[in-house]
């Protein structure tokens, strides 16, 4: 079946652009992440989506950057006044609702650089 | 703080023979944990999970290992191949935490031919 996928695949903007992030979540997948991870380091936790909850945005580094998921499918990471530091891969994953732990399903990423 | 990390960067092994990649957490509410492998320029990839009720689960050729005593855990690959080769890493979730994952930082591991 189709996994996770994010659009576009790279993105290459000037500082101070905004960009928008696309994910696609495997379908009946209730929760939706995303994550951030810079070269050659681990992954880091922006923001999670559970049905329609509010969103955890704890991990969101600073109010330059949001999301949005509509209809409790696709969702939109969005980075206002782009800054050389955002340059990273984001990856968004998508998990079935549970409560003691579960595997989550990643999509390629989107690898942004920020000139 | 909270964190994942790893004991070695770099794993080298030759192919055929074992490969062992270990992991340290720190918080001892942690009660998910999962290894993926990280191809170049793909998504991380679901090898292994484990709940902290077990100390052992095996899958195809992999097995995960959990020591909550010393707040350890490692990934065993047996009879290494080359398309083993790839970034490790580990990562924990916890009840309460919108079950987001804590990675470690990830192991490199490289099969010698």
């Known amino acids: 079946g189709a996994g996770v996928s994010q659009s576009p695949s790279n993105k290459v903007t000037e500082k101070g652009k905004d960009v928008e992030l696309r994910c696609d979540p495997i379908s009946g997948h209730t929760a939706l992440y995303w994550y951030r991870q810079s070269l050659g380091q681990g992954l880091e936790f922006l923001i999670y989506f559970q049905g329609n909850s509010a969103p955890d945005k704890s991990g969101l580094p600073s109010d330059r950057f949001s999301a949005e998921r509509t209809g409790g499918s696709v969702s939109t990471l969005t980075i206002q006044r782009t800054q050389q530091e955002d340059s990273a891969v984001y990856l968004c994953a998508s998990s079935t609702l549970f409560t003691s732990g579960g595997e989550q399903y990643f999509g390629p990423g989107t690898r942004l650089t920020v000139t | 703080g909270e964190s994942v990390g790893l004991h070695l960067p770099t794993l080298s092994v030759q192919e055929g023979d074992n490969s062992i990649i270990n992991c340290a957490y720190s918080?001892?509410?942690?009660?998910?944990f999962i290894w993926y492998k990280q191809e170049s320029g793909k998504g991380p990839q679901f090898i292994i999970d484990?709940?902290?009720?077990?100390d052992k689960r095996q899958g195809q050729r992999v097995t995960v290992l959990l020591n909550k005593t010393v707040k350890h855990l490692s990934l065993q690959i047996a009879a290494t191949q080359p398309g083993d080769s790839a970034v490790y890493f580990c990562?924990?979730?916890?009840?309460?935490?919108?079950?987001?994952?804590?990675f470690g930082s990830g192991t490199q591991l490289t099969v010698l031919p």
């Open positions: 918080n001892s509410a942690s009660d998910y």
């Open positions: 484990i709940r902290s009720n077990m």
């Open positions: 990562a924990d979730s916890r009840a309460g935490s919108a079950r987001q994952l804590t």
